[in-house]
């Protein structure tokens, strides 16, 4: 029995218009980068002394699920990446600094280059390291943005350190942190190289 070929039904001109989609990926990434941009660069620029604190506020005011929904993605050496390791480390130290101020301070006898770069109290607390931290992300407006990249950055390996060398403590949480560590160094040294041609 042979069966008879049909042609594929096209759809009308109304049919795509009628499929809702999302926004864009293209576009939603190149606002997200544009933002990031403006954020550090004209928080640099500006005259007004309270954009600090409103930068410090951001994950608060607006939601780290809102900052991780626009910049997450982004690629680790872009300015809305190190925002997204910047914001997201500021978080973490917040919400459990009793738990960091035992992974730096196993860290910081290890590694004292890094040390004296995070530039952290002696001996540190959690509300020291809630300060450190609000200190280098406030730098975004009030400083050099490398700077506060290799600040970030020493700390993280600060930490991973001490997670390496604290008993029951996985792997994976060891490498997570010096991974984060090493993309904000080489995100400081690449800002360092942009500033040289």
Do not use: N
């Not at 218009?17 to 640099?44: H, K, Q, S, Y």
């Not at 410090?56 to 300015?79: C, F, K």
């Not at 975004?140 to 700390?155: E, G, H, K, M, Q």
């Amino acid at each position: 029995m042979s069966r008879q070929h049909h042609r594929p039904m096209t759809p009308g001109a109304g049919f795509f218009a009628e499929i809702v989609g999302g926004a864009d990926p293209a576009l939603v990434t190149e606002a997200a980068d544009r933002a990031a941009v403006l954020l550090v660069r004209g928080a640099r620029q500006s005259e007004d002394s309270a954009v600090a604190g409103r930068l410090l506020r951001l994950a608060e005011d607006e939601g780290i699920e809102t900052i991780a929904e626009v910049w997450s993605g982004a690629p680790a050496d872009s300015i809305a990446g190190c925002l997204w390791r910047l914001f997201l480390l500021r978080s973490w130290v917040h919400a459990e600094p009793v738990a960091v101020a035992r992974e730096y301070d196993a860290g910081r006898a290890r590694a004292q280059v890094a040390r004296v770069v995070a530039g952290v109290a002696d001996p540190p607390g959690p509300e020291q390291l809630k300060a450190m931290v609000d200190e280098v992300l406030a730098g975004i407006a009030t400083s050099d943005f490398a700077d506060v990249l290799l600040r970030a950055a020493a700390f993280a390996r600060v930490v991973a350190t001490g997670r390496a060398h604290l008993p029951h403590v996985e792997e994976a949480a060891v490498r997570r942190m010096l991974v984060m560590a090493e993309q904000l160094e080489a995100a400081g040294h690449l800002e360092l190289a942009s500033r040289l041609q």
